[in-house]
């Protein structure tokens, strides 16, 4: 797969970032043409040649060893997800016959049977292109904008930029883009060859400027634990903590089941009852009745 252009503006943001200074360097005489580090400056701090250096830049990844890829990794003080997209790009950049395909992974019953006995948490799966492909009541009711968008499966980083009311449902919005796309630039070095990833990305880049524009600055992230606000239609102000794990797959699609919770004794929390209560009433409502004669 040709992904040079993805390598090349990676590691040139990655390194125009960094000052001499906080590299360790002595600040060079003269006016600097580019902001951060120069391409022999990393070099040096990787212990490669500049020519060699220049060349990873421009693409020339594929063969390159590990211990080079972590001496560069090093070098431009990539974190812990920058370093893994580091050799995501460089595994995807070796010569190979993979297709494009579309993902299938999907959950299996006793995953939802395991999401619907968390009645007290919001509790929900996504792919890698974070499509929510299973959820218990409470999740579907915390993402019921998201639900409520036309079209299958729901799908965050859809309603996320495409979605006027994702504006007022995060109450952080330019956070929780610059995590959505993030993670959306993460799994697509992780796997290059999704189909369905690249089209989501093809058509948000093409909508939404802001999605453009924080897909071109190449940052990553890996999803693990934190706190998030909600501005929820129903029942307001909701700041909930979660966690998120990885579920295996059989194929080498990529399952992630992220867990929410209130902080017991807040006014989340009892936001989060009310929340569950009107899930109920909305489902009581929904569901047909059962003729026991």
């Known amino acids: 797969m040709d992904n040079r252009s993805d390598i090349r503006d990676f590691l040139a943001s990655r390194r125009a970032r960094i000052t001499p200074e906080q590299a360790g360097l002595l600040p060079g005489g003269g006016r600097r043409r580019v902001p951060g580090l120069r391409r022999e400056e990393v070099a040096v701090l990787a212990g490669v040649s500049t020519d060699w250096y220049t060349r990873l830049e421009k693409g020339h990844i594929g063969g390159v060893s590990e211990d080079v890829l972590e001496a560069v990794a090093r070098a431009l003080q990539l974190d812990e997800a920058e370093r893994r997209y580091l050799f995501d790009l ?28 968390m009645s007290a948490s919001a509790a929900f799966v996504v792919n890698g292109r974070m499509d929510i492909i299973a959820a218990n009541t409470l999740a579907r009711a915390l993402y019921s904008p998201v639900f409520d968008m036309p079209g299958r499966p729901a799908n965050i980083a859809r309603f996320q930029f495409l979605d006027p009311r994702a504006r007022e449902y995060h109450t952080d919005w330019d956070g929780a883009a610059n995590v959505t796309v993030a993670l959306l630039r993460a799994e697509a070095g992780r796997d290059p060859h999704d189909k369905d990833l690249r089209e989501l990305v093809g058509e948000l880049s093409t909508v939404s400027e802001e999605f453009r524009t924080r897909w071109a600055a190449h940052d990553v992230r890996i999803h693990h634990a934190g ?21 295996p797959t059989e194929d080498s699609g990529k399952l992630a089941m992220t867990v929410y919770t209130a902080e017991p004794g807040t006014p989340s929390e009892d936001g989060f009852t009310l929340l569950a209560s009107w899930a109920a009433t909305a489902a009581d409502v929904t569901t047909p009745a059962i003729d026991r004669s």
């Open 90 to 117: 460089a595994r995807a950049a070796k010569p190979s016959r993979t297709p494009q395909r579309r993902s299938r992974a999907q959950v299996s019953p006793r995953v939802q049977w395991m999401l619907d006995s």
């Open 227 to 247: 706190a998030k606000q909600f501005r929820h239609p129903v029942v307001g102000t909701l700041e909930l903590v979660y966690h998120t794990f990885d579920l």
